[in-house]
């Protein structure tokens, strides 16, 4: 399964980078890839549906250097 997770808020701190890549990693996540956007940072990764949640919740909460204020989580199915 595949997800993009759009995050908003205070969010483009570079700590915040090696974060997600550190507890996507952990979570058996691949193909883990971040942008930047407009309206805030943009999380595309690939892995169990259950672990993608958990980055998302995860990710919400995130280090102190960043204030997250709304996540969305979009998931399909990888072909």
């Known amino acids: 399964m595949s997800a993009k997770i759009h995050l908003t808020g205070d969010v483009h701190s570079d700590d915040f980078l090696n ?4 507890h996507a990693h952990k979570l058996g996540l691949v193909a883990v890839k971040t942008q930047s956007v407009a309206t805030g940072l943009e999380v595309t990764a ?3 549906e259950e672990m993608l949640q958990a980055l998302a919740l995860g990710a919400s909460l995130g280090p102190e250097s960043v204030l997250v204020e709304t996540v969305t989580i979009t998931t399909d ?3």
């Open 19 to 22: 974060w997600i890549a550190k």
């Open 46 to 48: 690939q892995g169990a």
């Open 77 to 79: 199915a990888c072909a």
